[in-house]
């Protein structure tokens, strides 16, 4: 369809129709040359839509059917974790004692909220092996950022400042190189060996005595738990580095292995993930840091702290690397994750890791059939498809997923990670059903069908939606950033 014959169904503008009424004014009129400078004010009114009420909240409730989330349909994003996010969150972060307290009242005033925010540390900490937890960080990235500033003040404490270089694997999320950069340090890149994992021989070539840390998340970006994590962590260490844990995958081993127990000195976090923080639309997010003990000084401050029963804000941090978001992290989140991680206990958080390794598991053996599989193994919470069949007969894997818009779904992550030709990587949770599995992977299967029978099908998708196919390259480089008629 030309743009031209597009309809313009935001035009339904009536002159003299309105949809609301001021109240009539209580104050004395001030003129507009009074307040504003003359080159300021129109000379005529704007031209603003005329509509109803009724007219303009059926606009905006048809705009909010459009969008896609995990209470519209399925959202198997590899490596987001787009879980559904439980209704009783919404309702405990809405208490008036949590949704309307400010940060800067007295601490006597506020000591629930702080109580929360101590308790859900200690929870964090028991969940991941670490001594110590910050809840600053506004999410991940922010999150691995802050860790490798702690990793950095730490080296620098004690005199190690040639620790210029973070190794990360060629899996690794981009986030791992580019928060690596921003705190000031050189990027390393570490193999994957033919089964997936970082390659032992080629770590070992790469670290040394400028090494400050490794990142790595466990399981990988594949899906697959980094069986010599203890060894890698060994070697590191051995050569005076830090183990740095990312924590998007930690869905994949919740309540079952602890990051601390691997050997891991720093763990970031995603509330807004692992612990049903909802995270659409680029936030808010939550990316709480742990750290073992010899890096607790270099905590952000302040840290929730408890003495005596008493809840406190501890600004009394010499060796700390500084604040590093304004107050004290994203509260509302916070209270989520907390509401989650009380509701479900330690065995409904085991029965969740257990339900999301059995999901992936059983849609990875259904798919198999009809696409590479990789790494044909067992996986943890997702996995990894390649379209390099689909290729071959004139379809990509970005073909698949714009036609996975017509069956209604949302697209897996898609080339990414790299190491794999046309990947798909597809994490479908603890949460959803299997039928709603049965149901995509049906989707999928059609897919690769129509691949070899009526590829063009494939090609020209999305047939449903309400835009088309964008020319990506051109958006990419002059988007379209406001309305236009």
């Known amino acids: 369809m030309n743009k031209q014959d597009q309809p313009l169904i935001f035009e339904i503008s009536t002159p003299g129709r309105i949809g609301f009424s001021l109240p009539e004014m209580d104050v004395e009129a001030v003129a507009m040359e009074d307040i504003l400078p003359s080159e300021y004010i129109r000379e005529e009114a704007a031209a603003l839509p005329e509509v109803s009420e009724l007219d303009i909240m059926r606009h905006y409730t048809a705009l909010s059917h459009r969008n896609h989330g995990v209470d519209s349909g399925f959202y198997p994003l590899g490596s987001c974790t787009m879980k559904y996010n439980p209704k009783i969150n919404e309702n405990v972060a809405r208490m008036n004692g949590f949704a309307h307290v400010h940060p800067y009242q007295d ?44 990793i950095r003040a730490y080296h620098e404490a004690n ?40 390659d032992l021989e080629d770590l070992k070539r790469v670290v040394g005595d400028d090494t400050a840390a490794l990142m790595l998340t466990n399981p990988n970006t594949l899906g697959l738990f980094e069986e ?12 005076g580095g830090k183990l740095y844990y990312d924590g998007a995958n930690l869905n994949a081993v919740l309540s079952k292995a602890r990051p601390g127990d691997m050997g891991f000195d720093v ?22 840091v742990g750290v073992k003990s010899d890096l607790i000084p270099f905590l952000p401050k302040p840290l929730v702290t408890e003495k005596d029963g008493h809840y406190f804000l501890d600004y009394d941090r010499p060796q700390s690397i500084g604040r590093v978001k304004p107050y004290y ?21 085991k029965a969740v890791t257990e339900n999301a390794v059995i999901n992936a598991n ?93 590829p063009e099908v494939v090609q020209e998708a999305p047939h449903t939606t309400v835009i088309k196919r964008l020319d990506e390259t051109l958006a990419a480089r002059k988007p379209v950033l406001r309305y236009q008629a």
């Open 159 to 198: 005199s190690d400042t040639d620790r210029t270089k973070v190794i990360v694997p060629d899996s690794a999320h981009g986030t791992n190189p580019a928060s690596a950069t921003v705190a000031g340090f050189e990027t390393v890149t570490v193999k994957s060996d033919e089964n997936g994992l970082v």
């Open 329 to 349: 992290g994203n509260f509302g989140i916070n209270v989520r994750a907390y509401t989650y991680i009380r509701s479900m206990g330690p065995d409904g958080l």
């Open 228 to 239: 010599n994590i203890l060894e890698m962590a060994e070697i590191v260490h051995n050569a």
């Open 267 to 288: 763990v970031h976090l995603n509330l807004h993930k692992t612990f049903t923080g909802p995270h659409g639309g680029g936030g808010p997010g939550s990316g709480p």
């Open 362 to 454: 059983y849609m990875m053996r259904r798919l198999a059939p009809y696409f590479d599989l990789p790494y044909d193994r067992h996986c943890k919470h997702e996995f990894v498809l390649s379209g390099r069949r689909q290729k071959k007969l004139g379809v990509r894997t970005l073909d698949i997923a714009k036609r996975l818009l017509d069956f209604g779904y949302h697209p897996p992550t898609i080339y990414f990670p790299l190491n794999v030709e046309e990947c798909m990587m597809i994490e479908p949770t603890e949460t959803e059903s299997k039928e709603t599995l049965d149901a995509f992977v049906d989707a999928m299967i059609q897919i690769a069908k129509e691949t070899e029978e009526t």
């Open 107 to 150: 601490e006597r005033t506020v000591q629930g909220a702080l109580e929360l925010m101590y308790d859900l540390q200690e929870h964090l900490i028991e969940i991941t092996g670490m001594d110590q937890v910050t809840l600053q960080p506004a999410a991940g990235a922010h999150g691995e950022w802050t860790g490798l500033m702690m």
